[in-house]
């Protein structure tokens, strides 16, 4: 009897000590993973899960795109009892610019000597407190007098083209839920050509209003295409649909494109003059700002849709550009993610030739080595020393979403890894 349990123990020691053994070689290969150097510089990529990267994403079952139209006039907009003069129309106040009385309504200034005109938050502008700051200072930038007479005559619809890849998948969480509820239809494209839909739980729950594709050239151009080719007929595009582009990592402002929904009255092709952010919006870029992505409308682009687009992005002098030095059309928020997404967006754009490092001695470039360049804010060559960017009172220093959702973006928000470092001097990031 005895003897018996004892070999039983025996069986189930040797079983143990296998699954051990199995579950440790498993463990190991996947820390070690594959390492990929490029011959002539003698720089090695380690992103420990690079192995999936050679599969082939698996097909994916056709989805119906469906265009529900979002914006809700009664909701965006409140009449009031006063007529303007100069429109003979009643005067309708942006409810989110214009401040709000305490039974409710909208407030309205009648003091004004030259007419009557809603009262407006700070940092709202406009008759009809429709205009954001940094739409404000647009128009006054390009010396546009502003139309109300054009001003809301009917919501469009926006589409957004966005350049992503399976390294930025954080980014583009940012970039579809800051205009969630402004933009009827997201064409994403990846230029590692590995995302599928289940890729990020954002796009899955979202899949109905995502047209993705995977190109190894991510241009405009092409997105625009494959947007003309995949759009169901009962939704074909209209004259008035807002065209929205942004590269790799841009994030836009939420109220200059809101008001590009609701408003007829702003020159086109516009431009983003965004804030550069590095790794995370702890770091900024010594430029401060780039001017990057589009937004036009899709009549621009109807009749030679190739021609028009380069135009609208070559164009030195955009008919108007959303952004300067104080406030920004939004963010590029560049390799921002995760240290191993970082390591594997450096592997792709070293193998594309977007960029290159300074000094030709041989390095390893992994996760260490990245967390090493954000924890002490030097950009991607190892050389070029970043800004820190102050949190508070900075009323740009992330977008909405991400201040809302600020347990899921720690690694963005904060330098997380600079705590360990110097305490005394990070007590504000
Ligand atoms: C818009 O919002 C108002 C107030 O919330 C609601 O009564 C109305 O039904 C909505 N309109 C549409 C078309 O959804
Ligand atoms: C308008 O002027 C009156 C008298 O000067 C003042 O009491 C009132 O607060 C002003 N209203 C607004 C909306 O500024
Ligand atoms: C504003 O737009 C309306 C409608 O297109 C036009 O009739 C009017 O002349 C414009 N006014 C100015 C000042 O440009």
New binding site residues.
């Given amino acids: 009897m005895i003897n018996r349990i004892d070999s039983k123990f025996l069986l189930w020691g040797l079983f143990l000590l296998q699954l051990f053994l199995i579950g440790a070689i498993l463990h190991f290969s996947i820390i070690s993973g594959p390492v990929r150097e490029t011959a002539e510089s003698g720089i090695k990529f380690i992103s420990s899960d690079g192995g999936r990267e050679y599969l082939s994403p698996p097909r994916e079952s056709s989805r119906e795109i469906v265009i529900k139209e979002l914006g809700n006039y009664t909701r965006t907009f409140a009449e009031t009892a006063f007529v303007n003069h100069l429109t003979r129309q009643p005067l309708v106040c942006f409810r989110e610019g214009t401040i709000a009385e305490s039974d409710g309504s909208v407030?309205?200034?009648?003091?004004d000597t030259e007419d009557v005109r809603c009262?407006c938050h700070p940092g709202w502008h406009g008759v009809d407190c429709g205009q954001p700051e940094v739409i404000w200072r647009a128009f006054m930038a390009a010396r546009i007098p502003f139309n109300f007479t054009l001003s809301h005559t009917g919501r469009h619809r926006v589409i957004y083209l966005i350049q992503s890849s399976v390294a930025s998948l954080q980014v583009l969480e940012i970039q579809l839920m800051e205009l969630l509820d402004v933009v009827e239809l997201f064409v994403v494209c990846d230029l590692m050509e590995m995302m599928t839909i289940k890729s990020s739980s954002v796009l899955s729950s979202h899949r109905q209003r995502v047209l993705l594709m995977r190109h190894k050239d991510c241009s405009p151009q092409n997105m625009y295409q494959h947007l003309l080719m995949h759009l169901p007929k009962s939704v074909s595009l209209r004259d008035n649909d807002v065209i929205l582009f942004s590269p790799l990592d841009g994030i836009f402002n939420r109220r200059a494109i809101t008001y590009m929904k609701w408003y007829e009255n702003w020159p086109q092709p516009a431009r983003f003059r965004l804030k550069y952010n590095v790794y995370g919006f702890f770091w900024q870029h010594p430029d401060n700002t780039v001017v990057s992505g589009v937004a036009s409308r899709a009549s621009t682009f109807r009749d030679y849709p190739q021609e028009s687009l380069n135009r609208a992005l070559t164009v030195d002098k955009a008919a108007m550009i959303i952004g300067d030095l104080n406030h920004y059309g939004g963010w590029l928020c560049k390799f921002c993610g995760q240290p191993i997404d970082i390591v594997k967006r450096l592997e792709y754009e070293f193998e594309h030739e977007h960029y290159a490092f300074g000094d030709s001695n041989p390095k390893t470039i992994d996760v260490s080595y990245v967390q090493s360049l954000v924890t002490k804010g030097f950009f991607v060559d190892g050389q070029l020393k970043l800004n820190k960017v102050q949190r508070f009172g900075d009323r740009y220093y992330t977008p909405k979403y991400v201040e809302q959702n600020s347990w899921n973006f720690d690694n963005i928000i904060t330098n997380i890894f600079a705590h360990w470092e110097d305490d005394s001097d990070d007590e504000y990031l």
């Fill in positions: 407030g309205v200034d009648l003091n009262r």
